[in-house]
């Protein structure tokens, strides 16, 4: 699922990765890790939520191309133990002002 | 703008409401903390990044029934100064498991 | 490390567990994921955010009594791979107002 | 107040600084605004969380040089509102491996 204000090929952007997972799994618990430390320089941030005893929320703020942005996206939204997922990118570029 | 991956009328859901808007206004620095200020219950925090002098990204981490989820985030999408905003949404309850 | 403006015992308090580790050790990863998921309800949301390949900075953000949140924070700072740690608390009684 | 594991003068950090304020008056909220506006270089994000109808809780995530940290925290702790206020600093070099 993809969701996106933007227009052109590969601009800057900004924006979020919602993801509902259930954390009980040790090997999502170390992807989620790895593929975040790999990809630092595009997260700002990651917020995470317990909603009970077995799934957390994690909302994930990005900034980057927007292709390095969505190809990260879709593999988070496809690891097993990810229930949901979302993107959801703005451009940053000169159409804001 | 609304993604969703809720069926029902008004389930519990747990969410994110993505703003990207122009802070120099003071009116809509003032709506947005009264708005979010009469609707904290529903509201588990927000992050806020300055994006530029001019815009910043604000995240709001949403947990409540759908339909008062919807309505704050029409609320706040609407508002003038507010040049982008989306609404994510999961439901929480037993489908989950 | 521990800072307060707390003066009794074990009222409501608000505040952080700011918390520098290094998330390569599969142990803490469990670990840190383990505590936060048992005392959920005392903790609002955790804030991630990667320093460089090896280190990561864990803001919990974090309410409810005091020598519940101290007892949490003790543990938490005490892990092995937890580098720095520091507790942070405020009451969120009447003298607030 | 302020707590820090550092030992030069001007060290990159890493750190929070925590604040409960008021956020009812309308000169304090566009005070916060405009110094988190100035500094956005050094705020990675800046976590809300309402505590009730008058005070909430801040929490600025915070990247730098220790000096300019220290001012940003002194400016803010300082301001008219803000009730409680707390830097946390941990530094980000060579001794954190």
Chains 1, 2, 3, 4 share one sequence.
Request: proline share 0%; hydrophobic share 35%.
């Amino acid at each position: 699922v993809e969701s996106s204000w933007t227009k052109n090929n590969n601009e800057d952007v900004v924006g979020t990765i919602t993801l509902v997972c259930n954390l009980e799994s040790k090997e999502l618990t170390e992807r989620l890790r790895d593929l975040q430390r790999e990809n630092r320089s595009s997260i700002i941030s990651t917020v995470l939520v317990h909603l009970d005893h077995h799934n957390c929320l994690q909302v994930l703020i990005v900034r980057g191309e927007s292709q390095r942005v969505k190809s990260m996206s879709d593999k988070l939204i496809g690891m097993k133990g990810v229930k949901h997922g979302q993107l959801t990118m703005s451009a940053t570029g000169a159409e804001l002002y």
